[in-house]
């Protein structure tokens, strides 16, 4: 059983910076394909980012392409998700998802993961 623990939400100002946490229990978490979702009130939850379980490949929703990066180190068995330029339309609660995975492609499918994290608010005023 994998557990998640997302951290580093809160507040910002449009064109600020945030970066995010998911910090995992699993020794053997290098072996996950790991994505942050985000969900908006009254909204689907929806991918954000996602990285494979060696960091080889990445990939972003255009929503957040060029603002967002996401990266991840196994020795910590961690994964980052870094905000910049933050928008209003930003404001969520961010989840990491993780699925064992040693395959080269980043799913973009909620469905696709079994482990979630309690989530994380990010909340951004104009």
């Known amino acids: 059983q994998v557990q998640l623990v997302e951290s580093g939400g809160g507040l910002a100002q449009a064109g600020d910076s945030l970066r995010l946490s998911c910090a995992a229990s699993?020794?053997?978490?290098?072996?996950?394909?790991v994505s942050w979702f985000r969900q908006a009130p009254e909204k689907e939850r929806e991918f954000v980012a996602g990285i494979t379980w060696n960091g080889g490949n990445t990939d972003y929703a255009d929503s957040v392409k060029g603002r967002f990066t996401i990266s991840r180190d196994n020795a910590q068995n961690t994964v980052f998700l870094q905000m910049y330029s933050l928008k209003p339309e930003d404001t969520a609660v961010y989840y990491c998802g993780a699925a064992h995975s040693i395959r080269s492609v980043v799913y973009r499918l909620k469905t696709n993961y079994n482990y979630w994290g309690q989530g994380t608010q990010v909340t951004v005023s104009s």
């Open positions: 699993e020794r053997t978490f290098s072996t996950y394909a």
